[in-house]
């Protein structure tokens, strides 16, 4: 069974259950503790996650999501995970599976924090929309003119929201806005709004934006505008030590620099701090059920406003450039350190172009005039 197959079957069952089917609940020996039993816990391997398939010969909509679930976690060597479904008018189900920590028998709980990672822009979308019916922002208006110290070159045409929204701006999809190197520039691939692509750094860009126009940090707006009125009572807008103690475990493979696939072993990955508006958002099922409803009810209009007009909505008419083949710059201009070093008056670039068939990435050193 093949990825596809899986999720396929997940949306199935889960389609089941919000169709108004009746749940016969599992009776877990802790509120919202997996159905897996944490007596089979052992390594994170793919071998003792199979020994955790549910075989309970329930049929009915809950029972068969359990055993989904289970195969689930065999098919994408995945220790826990936790899961939540909703009605328009309530929460159906929130439910937590396999372990958090399985060696030490540490079961997902439905009160353990996960980290949302890119769900976080929809939050960040949803703020910038209502500034937008509050009159604080002009989707259309070039962002240099709310930020003028971005550090981005947009030699190719001016960038506005709107194109940071839509992963059109044509910048690359950089991890950090600011580098290391203060002169480094982030620079377009293409005319904005002539393709899609992905792009962290565009968000990292909008938390700024946010921050300008609504007067306080990102976080901080995030948590009056949504967290607050939606009663996400235990949703956090920047990953942290002070909530650390309440984090699922993360995963990651044990040796990353082998291609082992996804069975490969598995080891506990380190914590880290992370206040990023591409994706710093940490929440639980039940919160984060709270939230869908909000996008599906008849709240949705209550925070996001009027609906977006075509022209926001041109998605079908923007051509995809898939991230393994984007070729994009960053231009980096040094000031001289000696009077004789004439490669930091040039300035240089590095331009990439990652082969997603080939595992190695193909670097080349252009070199660029001086401005």
């Known amino acids: 069974m093949n990825r596809r197959s899986v999720l396929r079957n997940g949306m199935r069952t889960a389609a089941w259950l919000t ?16 159905a897996v039993p944490a007596a089979t816990a052992g390594p994170t391997t793919s071998a003792a996650l199979a020994a955790t398939k ?41 439910q937590g599976y396999g372990f958090s920590d399985p060696a030490a028998h540490i079961p997902i709980t439905t009160d353990l924090l996960f980290e949302i990672g890119s769900i976080t822009k ?30 981005i070159e947009t030699a190719y045409g001016t960038i506005t929201a709107h194109h940071l ?35 962290n750094a565009g968000f990292e860009a909008l938390g700024y934006l946010i921050e300008k126009l609504d007067g306080q940090p990102w976080q901080a707006s995030i948590q009056k505008r949504l967290f607050g009125p939606l009663g996400m009572r235990d949703s956090f807008a920047v990953i942290a030590n002070d909530t650390l103690y309440r984090r699922a475990r993360s995963w990651v493979p044990r040796y990353d620099d ?27 099922p039940g919160d984060m059920a709270r939230y869908m409803r909000m996008l599906i009810g008849p709240e949705r209009a209550r925070f996001i406003g009027r609906e977006l ?20 710059l960053r231009y980096r201009h040094r000031p001289p ?35």
Request: a neutral charge.
């Open 19 to 34: 169709a108004g089917c009746a749940i016969a609940q599992p009776e877990p020996a802790r509120s919202g503790v997996s």
């Open 54 to 94: 549910v075989t309970t010969g329930d049929d009915t909509a809950a029972g068969m999501l359990d055993a989904f679930v289970s195969l689930y976690l065999v098919e994408m060597n995945c220790p826990g995970l936790t899961l939540a479904l909703t009605g328009r008018e309530r929460t159906i189900r929130t």
């Open 122 to 151: 929809s939050f960040v979308a949803i703020a910038l929309l209502q500034m937008r019916e509050e009159g604080k922002l002009d989707l259309d208006r070039p962002v240099l003119e709310y930020l003028p110290w971005l550090p």
């Open 165 to 199: 929204l839509s992963h059109t701006s044509g910048l690359p999809d950089a991890l950090n806005l600011f580098p290391s190197d203060p002169h480094e520039r982030l620079i377009q691939g293409f005319k904005p709004g002539e393709h899609f692509h992905y792009c």
């Open 258 to 284: 082998q291609a082992e696939g996804r069975h490969a072993e598995l080891a506990p990955a380190g914590a880290f701090m992370f206040s990023d508006a591409a994706g710093s958002i940490e929440s639980t």
């Open 309 to 328: 007009s075509p022209v926001h909505e041109a998605g079908d008419r923007i051509q995809t450039i898939e991230p393994d083949r984007f070729l994009w």
């Open 337 to 371: 350190r000696r009077p004789h070093d004439s490669e930091a008056h040039r300035g240089h670039g590095i331009l990439h172009f990652v082969d997603g068939r080939r595992p190695r990435r193909r670097l080349w050193r252009i070199r660029f005039r001086q401005r």
